[in-house]
């Protein structure tokens, strides 16, 4: 399985950018983005789940930015719209079969892509 993330770069406050992260290998129960900004640990960021397309995002995102997954690319893609320099960080594509309660949980997913740097100038 390999996932490679790309997308990132530096734009301004209010912009909107996505990312795209690349899959191989069989469908997951679940993909999501986490971001690690400098001095910080990994935090989640958006999950998705292709049965049921279900979404889930973190309180600082929600109605800012979209997790999608096309299928026949395997590609799941963060769009992400009214940036804030809060949101700087590198972030990273991950895939796994976390059980529901885990889906926000960095525990929750077993493969990585290698992170993609989103950088917010105010």
């Known amino acids: 399985v390999q996932l490679q993330a790309s997308g990132g770069g530096l734009v301004q406050a209010g912009d909107s950018r996505r990312l795209t992260c690349a899959a191989s290998?069989?469908?997951?129960?679940?993909y999501a983005w986490f971001r690690q900004a400098p001095g910080k640990e990994r935090e989640f960021v958006a999950a998705?789940?292709?049965?049921?397309?279900?979404?889930y995002y973190t309180d600082s995102v929600k109605g800012r930015f979209t997790i999608s997954r096309d299928g026949g690319k395997n590609t799941v893609y963060l769009e992400m719209n009214s940036l804030k320099p809060e949101d700087t960080g590198v972030y990273y594509c991950?895939?796994?079969?976390?059980?529901?309660?885990?889906?926000?949980?960095?525990?929750?997913?077993?493969?990585w892509g290698q992170g993609t740097q989103v950088t917010v100038s105010s």
């Open positions: 991950a895939a796994g079969d976390p059980i529901l309660s885990a889906v926000r949980a960095f525990e929750g997913y077993r493969h």
């Open positions: 290998g069989r469908t997951f129960r679940s």
């Open positions: 998705f789940m292709p049965s049921g397309r279900r979404s």
